[in-house]
């Protein structure tokens, strides 16, 4: 146990509907991310909250949506997505420095999403 | 670009010794992590190295070389339970951390 959750685990769903990702930590950190991990590819940062205030949109689609609303919950709304975007999908949170640095990140076991 | 490349994936006996390595090309450089990645779980935090040198932790030690953009993850006495991915990470100068592949590391008896 890393101290974030995720749910649900799996999902599957086809190309019209609209599901949400949650995550919640319990570390009392002050930034939460959302990653998207493909088979034999680096983890693609997608969107960063740090104290509620999105900071990164790293060219993600509109069909994502992210929505922070405390410092503890992140959620990824997904809506019209692409068999293309099955993967695993990792929400991670860490403690940002003062100084504006990134310590170590924890992550969720991620939300394995299957589009057909 | 920004760049971290490392092997796809290595094979290894069990009690030996194995390296993985990494090297790197960013836009400045605060820190290097590799994380551990067993298959279907989170990635989980092994070492993070922001000066030159080697840093052991028990059976695992991680080198820097930030001259040479390069690092390595030794792992000794390997057991079964190592079998995993091995991710690095390094935080650029803009604080972003940018991801290696992973290293698929299988272990045979």
């Known amino acids: 146990e890393t101290g974030v959750t995720q749910t649900p685990r799996h999902l599957v769903m086809g190309m019209t509907n609209k599901k949400s990702l949650k995550c919640e930590q319990h570390l009392g950190h002050n930034a939460m991310y959302w990653y998207k991990q493909s088979a034999k590819k680096p983890l693609e940062l997608m969107f960063v909250y740090n104290f509620k205030e999105q900071t990164e949109n790293n060219s993600v689609p509109s069909r994502f949506s992210p929505e922070c609303p405390n410092s503890s919950h992140l959620f990824l709304h997904l809506h019209t997505l692409q068999p293309e975007d099955s993967a695993l999908y990792l929400c991670?949170?860490?403690?940002?420095?003062?100084?504006?640095?990134?310590?170590?990140?924890?992550f969720g076991p991620g939300t394995r999403l299957t589009v057909l | 670009g920004q760049n971290i490349d490392q092997p796809t994936e290595m094979t290894a006996t069990e009690g030996a010794i194995v390296q993985i390595n990494c090297t790197y090309q960013?836009?400045?450089?605060?820190?290097l992590f590799w994380y551990q990645q067993h298959a279907g779980e989170a990635p989980t935090f092994l070492s993070y190295?922001?000066l030159d040198g080697l840093e052991e932790k028990g059976r695992f030690s991680s080198f820097l070389s930030r001259s040479k953009g390069y690092s390595y993850l030794l792992l000794k006495e390997l057991q079964m339970k190592d079998s995993a991915s091995y991710l690095c990470a390094v935080t650029d100068s803009n604080y972003q951390l940018i991801w290696g592949a992973g290293t698929k590391l299988i272990i045979k008896p």
């Open positions: 190295n922001v």
């Open positions: 960013t836009s400045g450089f605060n820190g």
């Open positions: 991670a949170s860490s403690q940002t420095g003062t100084s504006g640095g990134y310590n170590e990140q924890f």
